[in-house]
């Protein structure tokens, strides 16, 4: 049904797509992968006629179509979930899935409750315990992403298209909608879905490309789609599990002692030694990022919290900051980024004051800014063109590396990381985790807040289970697995 | 009551302690069933320019040219009137102006992205050239016909007339705003205008039509005052832009999420409108009234927080 | 005859109905001299009307003519251009060492004879209200002959007053009446309006007639248009001041032409006669 | 030369072509050194307010009251220096009240969390009430020390105070916003203020020390005005408002993000003087310079498309 031929695209001296080409047939799933930088992204906006290729064509049942606007895309019923989706803030989550279509009416005013109904009965499946009647700027970025979720699959076309749609959801929270997206499929409609979670596309696509520097370097048919090779294909390796075990001998570096703020609401208690990391798993909206968020001092919160044995009262991220506590803020977009500034400025922003020419005089050296920039750019292997480019146009998964490298050379006493490895791509995902590794090795603590359970697995000496507002159980590296924390995750009843 | 409720209620509660206030100093004058006619009245071209305000700052922009618009429509109006063309005829043509003007504002701005502060300050000031021109800078106030007096004056089974104005323009208003389809989409743009573009919004088509609507309101304020006071200066819109701005943001503490509605807007204007009225009458001082101008205003909109979850 | 003279007119206040008769009379005037007029207006800005003075003096006018300010709030800008050998001359203004002529309405005067006749008028006995705007020097005159007045008349009392906003003055000074009329009640609480001049006593006009209070006059300067037609009206409209405004500009336009032909005027202020129009003067008689 | 440069050059060459055609048009009396030295004077007060605009925007926060501070501080020196006091003593107490006006707009903007709008219109609107109360509504020009007049007028080497000035004030916040690092966190700020705090910077102390710098500005600006005129009026501060923040914008217009740039500003002050001064040398009609003066600034603004990649 979809025809692409030599589909290319060019900002500046960047090719983010050159000459792709791309066939997709009616019922067809097709994943599409490649590293970060890839044009994945660029290649669906330009599909879902929110970009225009410089050259090459589009057909739709080998008919040409030139999208002038997202309107015509969607009219011709694509409907897609873009990376890091905007929505409305002051809109509530039925607002936000109606918007861009047609809504019900009645006696010519807007009928809410028909909007409802036709909500509420997808929302039931894949979130429901979400509040449809909430402006999405009081929810929480998980419910977010379930929002985007919603919106794409409750007003039914032909194509849907989906870009890292799991990136920041837990693997319970994702088989939910796996679930209703198998659905979907069963009614033959076409899927295209991006995603770094190779396992996903290998259970879910009956086909896949691998798109590498803006071409098309694999393709892959039913029965061939499997991760070690997609990898292969992106040029990278995958990596091996880890087998340490904590030294409870080392000293403790923070101490959580019943704390509670945001949606931490059950007294969480939590101790994590030098050299250690501490990860941190549950469903959307258990509240972990409520206690990183605590103890980075960026909301308020009660308890008490010691740092390396010192009573440690956060009233700010600045705070944190002077003890030694570095934190990687969940939702780049919204907490993390300035993304019309250069990268050098996102990355130096917050220790500022170290890159001084001369010490008392707050005037930074734009030499020491660049020079350390360079170091920890190559650290996180960020994919860019120039440093003075703007952090908007780089690709969804660089942008998280970019803010991840803010820290990457910094001795940190405690690491906070919120979702470090949101949209990026595998290879990546391994040099970062071994970062994290080695910011533990130098005798630091590490809290890390993942979605994905695997890396959960790989990376926690020790594994925090939080489930509604509390942690209800702390997972050695031994009695660890995946079934255990699935368990514990959605356990009922009490904690 | 929700912390929502309790927040919109914040700003509401501080314009009634100001009428209470009011009526305990004045009983007699302030209370009245004459002011509140009165207040009414003061109240209408200030209410509809905010309303032309509040559509626009949906939509995250700026329209400076209300006033300009308003005087030029008025100036338009009379002129005509004084060349004898008819009530029917002058009304349309300087409405029709307004809009124009008002969709040359949103060209500039969606079509050739300039800044809306720029755009409709430059269009405004063109108009404002046009508006002394055409006055020639006099007082115009020759040959007014009866029927546009009506337009602004009088009242209907005891209600002045320019209270229905105020309920006609901001009752549609405010359903096109939380009612149609045009309003989503203006607060989606105002939102996010990426998210809207995103889903396919015609934002151009919306940003010049609600540009020209805005203009075509101003442009009805300023007939509406010109058919009040039966005499037209070329500045006379020009007092209207600050307070109606005012006005609106006054009214988006009294939303939840911030974002303007014609209620808020409608106690915006109800605000300045009282304590402006209620201070004459009581006869404060000029600079205390301006003094206390600015007490009120901070302290109805510091209200609310004390109904706000820390 | 100094013919092809380039002369510069600025006013902040050209919005300013009277402001803009007299610059019209004065062009009428200047284009019998056959002098190129240039008019500039600020707006009510006193910064840019002190640029636009440089600007005149440097772009080589052969005379400033300002309108309705006090040099004495530019007097740096004034004095350059005397400096420069540009004669600078006022019309409605104030005497100033460094600007060849004032010609004015004595404001004083002006208030006098309004005060005096509107006093008359409720036989120096009742209540009256104020409306005023002290930022421009020539009115503040005005109200210091009010308040001369009533000090000099006991039974008069000032009940109420209100500083006129500009621009918007007749809607400002029509939502202040309808205040002032709630706050004083009954017949007798107010008998007089006095306006500083007539556009503030259009707006007391509207709301006096809205309310269809009775007994209360309005008595205000300028002799304004509108002002006259109220009077003829049969309204409480019942006087106004003509300031002669046709009639200073053309003392001044001469005046000029003495200066540019390398004289000197008789003396450093003219003052243009006041006529008091009321119903009578304008002949018609009311029941 | 790249797409961001031709987008920066558009509005400089709209302003170097005016600045060619009125030399054209004026040959002796526009581009005549007396000119240039007087376009300099005129710019200086303009260029100031609009310099403590831009800090303003830049982090994403309007100031209302820059006009009511400038003549507050020009009110109070003058009434000091009425009751006797001497130049240095009446000239910090004003900049200080200034300073202290802008310190509580950013307290009402930070801490209580109002619309900057709302919060520095309601300021602005007591400091008026102030500089009326203070001045009794009337123009003061007595006892004027040639010491403060000399802060104002005159020359240095055949170039005017004023000019130094300008030099002084834009070169030391353009210093600060781009190489320091508070300019840097104003920027981060302004870009994405949640971003900001989640990074560590004291946000409330920052939002708070812009607005103190803005009001101290101001107040420097009304007192050049001052000492410029030698006379002060409770309102002369007022005109200022809009033509500042129509230099940022404009200004914005000149930079490849919108972001708001002293540069720009310049820039957009630049435009403006030149506009109004040519055509008063020229003597262009008051009506037709309105009209103009909105024609040349859109013309301005849109002069960089032509240098666009579409
Ligand atoms: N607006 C833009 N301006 C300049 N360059 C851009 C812009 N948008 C994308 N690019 C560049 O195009 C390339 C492809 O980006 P794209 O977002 O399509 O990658 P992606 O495959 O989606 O990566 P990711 O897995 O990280 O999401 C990148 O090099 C990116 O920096
Ligand atoms: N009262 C509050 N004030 C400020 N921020 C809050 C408040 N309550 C919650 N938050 C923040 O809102 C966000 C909630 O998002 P999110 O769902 O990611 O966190 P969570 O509830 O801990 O769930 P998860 O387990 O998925 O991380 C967090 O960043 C949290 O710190
Ligand atoms: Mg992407
Ligand atoms: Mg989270």
């Given amino acids: 049904m979809l025809d692409l031929t030599g589909i290319s695209r060019r900002f500046g001296a960047t090719h983010a797509l050159e000459d792709v080409n791309l066939a997709l047939s009616e019922g067809e799933v097709l994943g599409l992968v490649g590293p970060n930088g890839a044009g994945k992204s660029t290649l669906i906006k330009i599909i879902a006629g929110a970009d225009r290729p410089d050259a090459g064509e589009i057909r739709i049942d080998g008919r040409a179509v030139h999208f002038a606007s997202a309107h015509d895309a969607y009219a011709a019923g694509i409907r897609v979930i873009h990376q890091d989706a905007p929505l409305v803030p002051g809109f509530d989550t039925l607002e936000n899935c109606y918007l861009g279509r047609e809504y019900p009416r009645r006696f010519g005013r807007i009928d809410r409750k028909a909007m409802r109904a036709a909500i509420a009965e997808v929302a039931a499946d894949i979130a429901p315990e979400l509040d449809l009647d909430v402006p999405v700027m009081f929810l929480p970025q998980a419910e977010r992403q379930f929002v985007r979720l919603l919106r794409a699959i409750a007003d039914k076309g032909r194509l849907l298209i989906l870009d890292e749609p799991t990136a920041a959801l837990p693997a319970e929270d994702a088989e939910r909608f796996y679930e209703v997206l198998r659905r979907t499929r069963e009614r033959g409609t076409s899927i295209i879905l991006v995603s770094h979670r190779l396992e996903e596309i290998a259970e879910f696509c009956s086909s896949a490309v691998v798109l590498r520097d803006g071409r098309i370097v694999a393709r892959f048919g039913a029965g061939e789609v499997k991760p070690e090779a997609m990898i292969a294909a992106m040029g990278g390796s995958a990596s091996e599990r880890s087998t340490r075990a904590t030294d409870t001998s080392a000293p403790l570096i923070i101490e959580i002692d019943g704390v509670t703020g945001g949606d931490l609401t059950r007294p969480a208690q939590l101790a994590v030694h030098a050299g250690e990391v501490m990860a941190l798993y549950g469903l959307a909206g258990s509240g972990r990022s409520s206690l990183l968020n605590a103890i980075w001092g960026a909301i308020p919160w009660a308890g008490s919290m010691r740092l390396t044995g010192e009573v440690y009262r956060p009233k700010s991220p600045r705070d944190a900051i002077a003890r030694g506590v570095s934190c990687v803020p969940a939702d780049r977009h919204r907490s993390g980024l300035f993304l019309v500034e250069d990268l050098i400025f996102n990355k130096t922003l917050p220790l500022l004051s170290t890159y001084r020419r001369m010490r008392g005089l707050p005037v930074p050296d734009r030499t020491a800014e660049r020079a350390e920039f360079l170091v920890a750019a190559e650290r996180v292997s960020l994919s860019y063109r120039d440093p003075k480019q703007l952090a908007r146009t780089l690709s969804g998964g660089n942008q998280q590396k970019l803010i991840f490298s803010r820290w990457a050379n910094r001795h940190s006493r405690v690491m906070l990381l919120d979702e470090p490895t949101e949209g990026v791509d595998v290879m990546a995902k391994s040099t970062i985790k071994d970062i994290i590794r080695a910011i533990a090795a130098d005798g630091n603590a590490v809290l890390v807040s993942t979605s994905d359970r695997d890396e959960a697995l790989e990376l926690g000496d020790r594994i925090a289970v939080f489930r509604q507002g509390g942690i209800v159980r702390i997972f050695s590296r031994a009695e660890a697995s995946a079934e255990a924390l699935s368990a514990a995750a959605q356990s009922r009843g009490a904690a | 009551m929700t912390r929502t409720n309790l927040n919109r209620f914040g700003t509401l509660i501080a314009f009634v302690l100001l009428c209470i206030g009011f009526s305990i100093a004045a009983p007699t004058a302030f209370a009245s069933p004459g002011n509140v006619f009165n207040l009414v009245q003061q109240m209408a071209t200030l209410a509809i320019v905010a309303t032309a305000a509040t559509l626009v700052m949906t939509i995250s922009e700026f329209d400076l040219s209300v006033g300009f618009s308003a005087s030029l429509a008025a100036v338009i109006c009379f002129v005509l009137f004084g060349q004898g063309y008819d009530v029917w005829l002058a009304v349309p043509a300087a409405l029709l102006v307004g809009i124009v003007g008002g969709a040359a504002n949103g060209v500039l701005v969606a079509r050739f992205g300039i800044p809306s502060f720029v755009a409709t300050l430059a269009l405004g000031t063109i108009l404002s050239g046009f508006a002394f021109g055409l006055s020639g800078g006099q007082s115009l106030f020759q040959s007014v016909p009866e029927a546009f007096k009506a337009l602004g004056r009088g009242e209907i089974l005891g209600i002045p007339v320019l209270g229905f104005w105020i309920v006609g323009v901001l009752g549609v208003a405010a359903f096109v705003l939380t009612q149609t389809e045009f309003g989503r989409r203006l607060k989606a743009i105002g939102g996010n205008a990426q998210a809207a573009r995103l889903a396919g919004l015609p934002i151009v088509r919306d940003v010049i039509a609600t540009f020209a609507i805005a203009g075509g309101l101003a442009a009805l304020a300023g007939l509406l005052l010109a058919s009040r006071l039966g005499s037209v200066q070329h500045t006379m819109g020009e007092p209207l832009l600050l307070p109606a701005y005012a006005a609106v943001f006054i009214g988006t503490t009294a939303s939840p999420t911030g974002a303007p509605t014609v209620a808020g807007t409608l106690l915006g204007v109800a605000i300045t409108g009282v304590m402006v009225n209620g201070m004459t009458i009581v006869g404060v001082e000029p600079f205390v009234q301006r003094i206390l101008t600015g007490v009120i205003i901070l302290v109805a909109v510091l209200v609310r927080r004390v109904g706000r979850a820390k | ?287």
Avoid at chain 3, 41 to 68: C, P, Q
Avoid at chain 3, 188 to 210: K, R, T
Wanted: glycine share 10%; aromatic share 6%.
């Fill in chain 3, 1 to 287: 005859l100094a013919a092809g003279e380039k002369v510069s007119v600025i006013t902040p206040f050209l919005a300013a109905i009277a402001t803009g008769e007299m610059i019209e009379a004065f062009k009428a005037k200047a284009a019998e001299y056959q002098w190129t007029v240039d008019v500039v207006d600020t707006a009510g800005d006193m910064a840019a009307f002190a640029s636009r003075v440089e600007d005149a003096t440097t772009s080589g006018a052969n005379a400033i003519v300002l309108v309705s300010v006090d040099p004495a709030q530019i007097q740096d800008q004034v004095d350059k251009a005397k400096a420069a050998g540009v004669p600078v001359i006022t019309i409605d203004g104030a005497k100033n060492a460094s600007s060849v002529l004032n010609v004015t309405s004595d404001n004083y005067a002006l208030g006098q004879t309004m005060t005096k006749f509107l006093f008359d008028q409720i036989g120096n006995k009742g209540n009256i209200v104020r409306f005023f705007y002290s930022a421009h020097p020539g009115v503040h005159q005005r109200e210091v002959a009010l308040d001369d007045a009533l000090k000099a008349t006991p039974d008069v009392k000032q009940v109420a007053d209100h500083y006129v906003a500009v621009p918007g003055q007749v809607d400002d000074s029509r939502a202040a009446m309808d205040a002032m009329l709630l706050a004083n009640p009954g017949d007798g609480a107010i008998n007089a309006v006095w306006a500083a001049w007539d556009e503030p006593g259009i707006g007391a006009q509207l709301a006096i007639e809205a309310a269809g209070r009775k007994g209360i006059i309005i008595a205000g300067i300028d002799g304004n248009p509108q002002a006259i037609e109220l009077i003829k009206g049969c309204t409480p409209y019942v006087g106004t001041v003509r300031q002669g405004f046709g009639e200073m500009a053309k003392i001044a336009a001469d005046q000029l032409n003495l200066i540019l032909a390398g004289g000197k005027p008789e003396k450093d202020e003219l003052y243009a006669p006041v006529e008091l129009i009321t119903r009578e003067s304008l002949g018609v008689t009311c029941n």
